[in-house]
């Protein structure tokens, strides 16, 4: 599965759908959450389901519904389950038993539950493994759980993070691969500052992330290729691959003045995997 780039849509937005259809998004997830006002679910309920059931090709299709809690769900997985989304995006998630909650209302549709919402989500990360039968993958979010607990804001002034998001973004990362499932990067809200996003989403790369979601058109081919390995890497992780090749039985070796060992072997090995399953 390739699956670098998930270009949120709101759910309300038939001309954007349309639109996100042609920018070489891997996921396109359609909102029925937050990016919709109250008084317009409905419409959006109908108008997702009925792009589903006419745009089969193309990228895979997420939805995102409401939050277990509200009284939204329901509605929404009637109105969109026959659809087949390939998978639903989970808001505000708690853990696995969240996750547990809504396979049984969404029967065989993976989930991949945005982790890191709420106070209670925070002390439920590692128990995604327990339902990793269940999750495509874990993201995370750095903009509900500031509003949650009266924060005034997860960034400094420079646009990093503050500590305790910092915190949540390295557990949501490793929270995923416990469970052995991709580890997708949040968005990038500044959606005009392209040289911030291009420097963020290679830093999510190089940090263990296998891909990240987008607001906006102009963020998907940045994303697509932050998460694709270059020439170089590629060159650089056969040439280890072919240095323990050619030194049969030995555990460390001298690369070009560098100790590698079973971990670079490894690493090296997991990049060239990469490389050949994003190839279309
Ligand atoms: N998907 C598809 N097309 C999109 C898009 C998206 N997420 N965001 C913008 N576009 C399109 C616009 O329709 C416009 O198309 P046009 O040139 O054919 O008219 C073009 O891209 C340029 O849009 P722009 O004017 O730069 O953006 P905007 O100011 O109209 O909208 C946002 C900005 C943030 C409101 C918009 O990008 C958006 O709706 N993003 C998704 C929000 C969301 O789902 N949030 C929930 C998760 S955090
Ligand atoms: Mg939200």
Redesign the pocket.
Known sequence: MRLRSL?????D?P??????LG?EADA??L?L????APQAKPAARQLTAEFLRSAKQGPMFFI?VNALDSDLIDDDLEAILDARPDALILPKAEGATSVRALAAKAPGIPILPITTETPAAVFELGSYRTVRHLILGLTW?A?DLPAAIGATNSREEDGSYTPPYEMLRSLALFGAHAAGVEAIET?Y?A??ELDGLAAYARRARRDGFTGM??????QVPIINAAFTPTVEELAEAQAIIDAFAANPGRGALNFGGRMIDAPHLRQARRLIALAETASP
């Open positions: 270009l949120f849509v709101p759910g937005r001309d954007r759908m349309e639109k996100a920018l396109l997830i909102d959450e937050d990016a919709v995102r979010g903009e968005v809200p959606f005009r979601m987008a607001i906006h058109p102009a």
